[in-house]
């Protein structure tokens, strides 16, 4: 079950002037589920997103960098679950390119302005004729206070959606962001992780955008890892409609500040929520390195040690076997590291320096935090003053479960 | 079950004239097993050995260096199960010392003639005393045909020992050589991985030796991976006793490449003994890349896929989920990888061709050799002449139930 993880509540989630979405049941993988989403944009919008660096990146992934790229505004994105598109040649470019069509002549743009995203299984060849079948539904379900489903019609192993609103005031103007995403499992993300969508009424300027959602999806979904797997669907958009008025011209401003520092909020929001429902968690990990030469080797170690089945088996187990974390950050390939100046901290617990067990350590202590479902892994290195954090979820049984029958 | 692997036949073990072995009970972790080794060669002998490259490495990793720099000659090993020594800090080198003092004023040497091995949990205090209490019953029990006795000694999660013998003819001269070796978890070498040692009656020069021991690790022990977890405490000792009279002094010789490549045999069965006896595992995949660059990056997409949960979950269900072979090829980092060059084969099926599936593959070819105990990976680039192979097993619920009880 997700970790300290409440599903989104529909009538907290804030509808975002100029943004409508539209769900149906297409019946693409399973019968009887929400498996296909529309969202359409008002005009003016901007879009701006980030991508998976999988060489074996999806059609949709290649269709919608093209779609951006064309310059002719984005009008509609749509979004299947159940199938990823990936891993299928010309006949899946062939087949994004179909569903951009489709949904183009049903709302009267062109097809460069609709942006396709995939989920789901790799390597089987996506069900474009049930996705067309299901868009007429989609385009009448379109309505504003609609992100409820919508972030149910994405999910694929998730257990709960995922799904966060926030209003800051700029000035006397209210702006107000809504965001949602999917993913449990095949997280690991490189630049951005499986499928994010987020929106404000702010106006923001086409490349000021994509800096924040850069920013945004640096400071969230590139800090989380499940299984160490970068999937080859990874989007995370960010729409801007301008509807409240509120206009972000520059970078530099206080108010790109602002919605910033919201953005950034919803989105790290998000990504605990893909952490705290990563298949089979039963504990939410917080690993940050500090006392780093630059951000990067901090962020390096910190992977190290969350993707390590060692430490995610211990952490399952609430065995305080804390050596093997000193191991992963051993192995994580930073070549002059000096472990004699490390200190290891479970949340406020001094487990190890000099290069060994802390003189003060007690078992009983580590045994303590490690049952509890959020860990605090703190590890200071002593040679700079940078800093990262990564989230992470233990190792269970039922990952290799969910994971064993996943086409079934 | 170790998969496809016997347990060595200690009458099948060639005894390697120059080499003593000793073992005893001392009660290190658990009572009632074999947990402390001597390995005792004679003065003119010759030892070259490879370590972990985890900067976290164990206190006897350390002192084993620093010996066999001091150039005085090896007399003994020591070898202890059930605790690794790392992560232990200035007390761990101390105890690391002192067991090879003890040792020596047994076998009347030089402290510095004796190089220290651990293996077991990290970061608990060695129980030296419990080692030092136990040596004299090692050195008792020393004889030249405890070669089965010896890999029993050394296991940890091991389920079986993993012990092999070879005899070539150089000329008229026999040479035998024979290996022991442990690991089942925390295993992805970096330079050399868990512990192992190959003794031969060859005389073969200090330089020789060393080159000829990188040469093996490289083909063997550094290309398999159980959880992608690099040890502290890896190590592979290559012992030459020069008692056959066959001498080998430079590597160009016909006679180094004979004896290297009957030493690379033997390294190379003892490392897949490893993964067949990989914590949890079901299934042994060998997973060869060729038409690449050059062998790196061969490497570096064979581990990419033989380290993914997603593929070693697929692998433990015999569910052909192959997509997540494709993504873990498109994000192990190759920046300019055309994925429409690539071919994957399940053994002899194609299953994959021009980034997508291939028209010929058919569900039941694939479902037919996911049920097979050994599956080959063949991953064909399209970009070049270099080629490598990595082995490794899949992910089951036991791997998790080893690991989350471990210390216990």
């Known amino acids: 079950m997700p970790v300290n993880l409440n599903p989104p509540v529909a009538s907290e989630l804030l509808p975002i002037n100029g943004v409508l979405l539209g769900t149906t049941e297409a019946n693409i993988k399973k019968p009887n589920r929400k498996d296909l ?24 992934v290649v269709v919608a960098k093209d779609h951006l790229a064309a310059g002719k505004g984005i ?43 995939s989920t789901g299984v790799i390597m089987e060849p996506l069900p474009v004729d049930r996705i067309i079948a299901g868009l007429p539904a989609c385009v009448a379900n379109l309505k504003a206070d609609n992100w409820f489903d919508a972030s149910q019609a ?3 192993t998730d257990i709960v959606g995922k799904a966060v609103s926030r209003q800051i005031k700029l000035g006397s103007t209210v702006v107000t962001i809504t965001g949602i995403a999917k993913g449990s499992g095949m997280i690991h993300p490189n630049m951005a992780t499986m499928l994010g969508y987020i929106a404000t009424d702010a106006s923001i300027a086409q490349p000021v955008l994509q800096k924040m959602v850069s920013q945004a999806s640096d400071a969230s979904f590139n800090c989380i890892t499940v299984d160490g797997d ?34 950034t909020e919803v989105a790290t929001l998000l990504a605990q929520a893909i952490v705290r429902d990563g298949e089979g968690a039963t504990k939410f990990m917080t690993i940050k390195v500090e006392g780093g030469n630059n951000a990067a080797e901090c962020k390096q170690i910190a992977y190290a040690v969350g993707r390590s089945p060692l430490v995610k088996t211990a952490f399952f187990a609430s065995d305080p076997n804390l050596g093997r974390i000193l191991a992963a950050i051993g192995y994580a390939g930073i070549a002059d590291l000096d472990v004699a100046r490390i200190k290891l901290y479970l949340d406020d617990v001094l487990v190890a320096e000099q290069g060994g067990r802390a003189a003060s350590y007690r078992e009983e202590d580590g045994q303590r935090i490690m ?30 479960k969910i994971n064993a029958s996943y086409r079934s």
Chains 1, 2 share one sequence.
């Open 37 to 60: 989403l529309i969202i359409q944009v008002d005009p003016q919008s901007t879009l701006a997103g980030v991508f998976t660096q999988n060489r074996f990146c999806a059609a949709p």
């Open 75 to 117: 009008r509609a994105l749509v979004v299947n679950t159940g199938n990823a598109n990936a891993g299928t040649g010309e006949q899946g470019m062939a087949n994004a390119r179909a569903s951009c069509a489709a949904v183009a002549k049903l709302l009267g743009c062109a097809p460069e302005q609709v942006l396709p995203f």
């Open 154 to 156: 994405i999910m694929t």
């Open 230 to 263: 970068t999937s080859t669907n990874d989007a995370l958009m960010l729409i801007a409609t301008g509807k409240s008025g509120a206009a972000i011209t520059d970078t530099t401003s206080d108010a790109y500040k602002q919605v910033q520092a919201a953005v």
């Open 371 to 400: 049952q509890q479902s959020d860990i605090g892994i703190r590890v200071v290195l002593g040679r700079g003053n940078a800093a990262a954090t990564v989230w992470t979820c233990d190792f269970s049984y039922d990952y290799v």
